[in-house]
């Protein structure tokens, strides 16, 4: 076991509004206008990258073209979502709140052909509008209801499920969030990029007990339930960023004298690739530890603890 120097920051994602609305340039400074302002107005915002303006497009054409939408929903969403469905154990007539729907709602139409109620969220008028008209002619309006509203802003105890769309950003601020409020028996599913994808979009990395599913093109969904969360992890699994507090130590000689004991806060700073080492810090020294080690250091995340005492 080595002593070695913390990786390098995790790179900061573009932020995107919990609806999924799109950010403007300010009237007055445009693009190039103060960075206080600029940070002020990104708070909870879209960046619309390229990808998301595609997603954009495709979706608006599938609101027009009753055939596209067919074969584009039949493609991209129908075995995603079931998938996700029957990963969160979601039952019939459960009452779901699906943030981030945009102009074609086609998990919240997969979800009502399910069997479930669906409330629809998004920020943007004309998608919400659109959302609307397409719900109504799927004959699904009386099982999705498409509000115009910020997801973040919904009471989401009231919800069986939540489900959160890939562009919606922030997720490591939303995802908490929804974590804190929902109620013991609801489940959470959001999809994540993954390869080529997470060149467009960010991803969460929520330090919990977690189902993940494995998708097509480039993503995966992470499935979960609140009542699960109050679990220890081992510290193998948690990624670099995640910090929290040392419950169990295996009997090794070497954690000792690196300060690694139980009650010990300690941060993750890096993983190395291949099943290497994991980086950690406590009390500012950094040592990295084998990953068939590191399997066996059990901790309670922060994030954990944050959740469960608010």
């Known amino acids: 076991m080595k002593t070695c120097s913390p990786s390098t920051p995790i790179q900061e994602t573009g932020y995107i509004h919990a609806s999924g609305c799109s950010y403007k340039e300010d009237p007055m400074h445009g693009s190039r206008g103060p960075r206080r302002q600029r940070r002020r107005r990104r708070s909870f915002r879209d960046v619309n990258t390229p990808a998301l303006s595609a997603v954009k497009f495709f979706e608006h054409m599938s609101s027009k073209h009753s055939f596209f939408a067919r074969k584009y929903k039949r493609i991209f969403y129908h075995n995603l979502v079931r998938s996700e469905a029957a990963a969160a154990g979601l039952k019939s007539n459960a009452k779901v709140l699906h943030i981030g729907c945009g102009p074609m709602p086609f998990t919240s139409f997969e979800l009502a052909q399910a069997g479930a109620y669906v409330t629809a969220v998004d920020i943007d008028p004309q998608a919400v509008e659109e959302a609307r008209r397409a719900a109504a002619a799927a004959g699904l309006d009386a099982r999705i209801q498409v509000l115009h509203m910020d997801g973040i802003e919904v009471d989401v105890k009231e919800f069986d499920g939540i489900w959160v769309s890939l562009h919606v950003s922030p ?11 929902m109620t013991d028996e ?125």
């Open 171 to 181: 997720k490591d601020e939303i995802i908490p969030r929804l974590l804190r409020d």
């Open 186 to 310: 609801s489940v959470l599913v959001y999809r994540n990029p993954r390869g080529w994808l997470r060149l467009w979009y960010g991803r969460c990395r929520q330090p919990v007990q977690q189902k993940v599913v494995r998708q097509f093109l480039g993503k995966e969904s992470i499935i979960i339930r609140k009542q699960e969360i109050n679990e220890e992890m081992p510290l193998s699994e948690l990624y670099p960023g995640a910090s929290g507090v040392i419950a169990h130590v295996p009997d090794h000689p070497q954690l000792s004298p690196l300060g690694i004991r139980q009650g010990k806060h300690i941060t993750v700073s890096g993983r190395c690739m291949f099943d290497g080492p994991v980086v950690v810090s406590v009390d500012g020294r950094s040592s990295a530890v084998h990953r068939s080690l590191a399997q066996h250091i059990h901790i309670i995340p922060a994030q954990i603890i944050r959740t469960v005492q608010q």
